[in-house]
Every structure is written in C-alpha cells, then in structure tokens.
C-alpha cells in the first residue's frame, strides 16, 4: 500500500529554517517524481518544488527559489523540504506527493500525504 507521511511542521519565527520530511511506503522514493505542495488558507494548493525520479533534477517555484531545498534520501524512502530565511506568507499547510511525470504539464497522480501544518508569526 502507497503511503505518504509528512511531519516537521510548527510555528516558527520569520527567518528562521525548518525541515520538513515525507517517509514513504509501498514503493522507494527515486522511482516517483516527488512534490511538496502547500495550501494556505483561502489559497489554492500550489506546488512548491519537485524532484523528479531517477537523476533527481530539482525544480521550485518562483517563491521559493533560493530559499527551499528539496532532496530525498533512498536509504531512508524519505524526501525533504529544506526551507531558510522563512516569512509569514511560508504560512500553510504542506502536503508530499507522488507522481509519475510524462512531461511537465503531464502526469499520473500517485497519492498525497495528510500534510503538516507551518505557521510562521513572530
């Protein structure tokens, strides 16, 4: 069974780091492309960054260029969300998910995870 679990969330100061993790199972995480999402509230769910399968090539969304970093770690079946310098618009509930990519506007849904919550307030 396909299994997506994220934890790592809190309320933080703004600037600050926080790393979120995504464990998966029912399958290793290089064989998906890997996703964090985030849904702030009364926002649409937004794409935050991707890791594609097999060579990992990273892509992020213009807000969190140079500030986010996604990875994954095949040893543990988890993928990441480094995320620095964080602001108050951070704020939202963010979701791991896993597709297969055809192409970038092409893909077939594989599951998303439950989410964790990031509040960012001083």
């Known amino acids: 069974q396909v299994q997506l679990v994220e934890s790592g969330g809190g309320l933080v100061q703004p600037g600050v780091s926080l790393r979120l993790s995504c464990a998966a199972s029912?399958?290793?995480?290089?064989?998906?492309?890997m996703s964090w999402y985030r849904q702030a509230p009364g926002k649409e769910r937004e794409l935050v960054a991707t890791?594609?399968?097999?060579?990992?090539?990273?892509n992020y969304a213009d807000s969190a260029k140079g500030r986010f970093t996604i990875s994954r770690d095949n040893r543990k079946n988890t993928v990441y969300l480094q995320m620095n310098s964080l602001k108050p618009d951070d704020t939202a509930m963010y979701y791991c998910r896993a597709r297969i990519l055809y192409s970038s506007n092409s893909f077939t849904h594989i599951a998303w995870g439950q989410g964790t919550q990031v509040a960012v307030s001083s």
């Open positions: 029912g399958f290793t995480v290089n064989t998906y492309a």
């Open positions: 890791i594609t399968s097999g060579d990992g090539t990273t």
